[in-house]
């Protein structure tokens, strides 16, 4: 499976960003999705996900209520719309595929462990 994560750039504080991650090789349909993100210096860390059917959604605390997760299955794609951007989401931000077909659960989603599959990252920049 090969993840294509595109839509990076820079943007204004307070500005919005949507980022696409194209999915080849597999479909897409029956797994999971996540966006994780490493900033300057810092470990990755979870974003947000979303589960196969696309019913279910998680966020990280910082993100919640400015990010949204979605997926068309239809073309194989998951984005990450970014609302209200802080210089502090100022990172390289990923796409993942989780390696647990068909599940729903919140257990894991969070963890990088439970992805198997990861795209190159598309750099995100937020000017103060």
């Known amino acids: 499976v090969q993840l294509q994560a595109s839509g990076g750039g820079l943007v204004q504080a307070g500005g919005y960003l949507r980022l696409s991650c194209a999915v080849s090789?597999?479909?897409?349909?029956?797994?999971?999705m996540g966006w994780f993100r490493q900033a300057p210096g810092k470990e990755r860390e979870f974003v947000a996900a979303?589960?196969?059917?696309?019913?279910?959604?998680y966020y990280a605390d910082s993100v919640k209520g400015r990010f949204t997760i979605s997926r068309d299955n239809a073309k194989n794609t998951v984005y990450l719309q970014m609302n209200s951007l802080k210089p502090e989401d100022t990172a390289v931000y990923y796409c993942?595929?989780?390696?647990?077909?068909?599940?729903?659960?919140?257990?894991?989603?969070?963890?990088?462990?439970?992805?198997?599959?990861w795209g190159q990252g598309t750099q995100v920049t937020v000017s103060s």
């Open positions: 993942a595929a989780d390696a647990r077909p068909y599940y729903s659960g919140s257990n894991g989603v969070s963890s990088e462990s439970q992805y198997d599959s």
């Open positions: 090789r597999r479909t897409v349909s029956g797994y999971g």
């Open positions: 979303i589960d196969w059917s696309g019913r279910r959604t």
